[in-house]
């Protein structure tokens, strides 16, 4: 039994299923997952409408006029194309592979025992092994109240029925940012509440400088070292009051302070299912939680909230409860897991960063590379960001990078596979890679 049919849940039901298993699937609202379908989905394809306007402001520098007007019906209904498309997908996938999938929502009854409410009634099954996927939702502070009009969470906004003319972002992590530069390019005025000094708190500061100063010359205010404690209607919009004293006035005010797992009504203590106190459940290295044949799998675990993460969980569950684990068996490494902000330039990382190893003591070698050398990215006419990668000074394992440009987050794939597979730099520098292309800038890096 899988309960929740997101990346997690629909990738170990999949394998499993392919490994010979009887499965069902249980998921509540859509196939594909809700936090994946309707949160990071519809957000980069936004992000890739708001990338073409920009694309049509850098037309005169490639030698082109052009002008881009938005439609919001036609974006509305892309958007709703593209979930809809990648729905059927797994819905295809799950069915062709035998899996029965129930709509309603999945309760434990006991450790091998599950309700499901669904719109005909209460179904109860027993299952030699339960995984437990059901994801995570905006976290929503005591001191704001969503109304789906002015005050958003994400999932609003995709788009909302007209562009904000002013919209005040709450949280500059990787989502805050995401929209703030989302907004920005579909024609909004933005200001971006930062609680710390530094946009994206958790990512190398050189890093974060280069958004910031892009930000900045795109004209997105930053509200520096301020908490955002209070939102209150007013006639032409809302004020966000801030801890100091400093405050936003703006037509809307959108929520990104982080997410809270969808673990509450689940029957945890039914089943004698350990949770912490944030809501989500500890799992060991295979995602079993305490109860050996209950297993975790995506933003549930609280492990990193990244639909890779999930899918490879829920591959690894899969693979372990059918048998598959030998010891050869990799388990995740999820200080290995590669991750991307859509932000313009991209910004994408894996592995070791510079501040972690400086704090820890450990040597290491450190080579940065400007895209400003790079033929490639002079004939895109968007020479600006960086790559830099991170090895071990005696042996030039690569243990981590940062790229910051122009597909970074297809770019970070090489790097990702390198630190994975204990790589060298003379790996990458030995691989004859396209030019004139981005990733040349990978091998001056290595060199
Ligand atoms: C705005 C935003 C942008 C993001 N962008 C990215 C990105 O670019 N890249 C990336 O890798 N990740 C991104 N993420 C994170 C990613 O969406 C999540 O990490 C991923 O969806 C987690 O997968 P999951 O299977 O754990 O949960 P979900 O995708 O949320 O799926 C869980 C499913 O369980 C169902 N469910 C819950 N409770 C029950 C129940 N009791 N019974 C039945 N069904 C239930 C839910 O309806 C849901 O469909 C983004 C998240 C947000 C919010």
Redesign the pocket.
């Known amino acids: 039994m899988v ?7 629909n990738v170990a039901a999949t394998v499993a299923s392919t490994l010979g298993a009887e499965v069902v699937v ?5 196939v ?6 309707l ?2 989905i519809p ?2 394809a936004l992000i890739a409408t708001g990338g073409e306007l920009s694309e049509l402001g850098r037309a005169r520098i490639m030698g082109l006029d052009a002008t881009g007007r938005l439609d919001i019906a036609a974006l509305r209904s892309r958007v709703a194309a593209i979930e809809e498309r990648l729905h059927r997908s797994v819905v295809e996938q799950l069915e062709s592979q035998g899996v029965r999938l129930l709509r ?4 434990l009854t006991g450790p091998h025992e599950v309700a499901v409410q669904t719109d005909e009634g209460i179904e109860s099954f027993e299952a030699d092994t339960i995984v437990l ?4 939702r ?1 976290r929503i502070p005591t001191w704001a109240e969503i109304d789906h009009d002015r005050v958003l969470t ?1 999932r609003d906004a995709y788009p909302p029925p007209e562009i904000p003319e002013h919209l005040c972002v709450i949280g500059s992590g990787v ?1 805050g940012v ?1 929209f703030a530069h989302m907004f920005n390019s579909l024609g909004s005025e933005v200001t971006l509440v930062v609680s710390r000094q530094q946009v994206l708190p958790r990512k190398d500061p050189e890093v974060a400088a280069v958004l910031e100063e892009e930000f900045l010359r795109r004209g997105i205010h930053l509200l520096k070292g301020a908490r955002a404690e209070g939102i209150s209607r007013t006639d032409s919009g809302v004020t966000v009051a801030c801890e100091d004293g400093r405050s936003v006035d703006a037509t809307h005010a959108l929520l990104c302070i982080g ?1 809270v797992p ?1 673990s509450e ?2 029957g945890l203590s039914e089943a004698g299912v350990t949770a912490v106190e944030d809501g989500t459940i500890p799992i060991n290295r295979h995602c079993q939680s305490n109860v050996d044949h209950i297993y975790v ?4 675990s609280g492990k990193l ?6 899918a490879m969980q829920g591959r690894k569950i899969a693979e372990h409860l059918m048998g598959l684990y030998t010891l050869q068996h990799r388990h995740i490494d999820y200080d290995k897991a590669a ?2 902000i ?1 932000t313009d330039p991209e910004i994408a990382d894996v592995g070791l960063a510079e501040a972690e190893a400086f704090a820890d003591g450990r040597k290491i070698r450190v080579t940065k590379v400007p895209f400003a050398t790079n033929a490639a990215a002079l004939i895109q006419g968007d020479p600006r960001g960086f790559v830099k990668l991170i090895s071990d000074p005696t042996t030039g394992v690569v243990l981590g990078g940062s790229i910051v440009g122009r597909h970074a987050a297809e770019l970070i794939g090489v790097i990702a596979v390198a630190v994975t597979n204990g790589l060298t730099t003379s790996d990458i520098v030995d691989s004859l890679l396209v030019h004139p292309s981005m990733s040349e800038s990978l091998t001056d890096a290595a060199s």
Do not use: Y
């Open positions: 309960i929740g049919g997101g990346p997690a849940g249980i998921e509540r609202d859509i594909g997952g809700a936090s994946h379908l949160d990071c957000s980069k309603g929502t999945g309760t996927a059901t994801g995570s905006s994400t989502t995401e997410l969808n009504g689940l799998a995506g933003d549930l909230p990244l639909s890779s993460v999930a991750s991307a859509f």
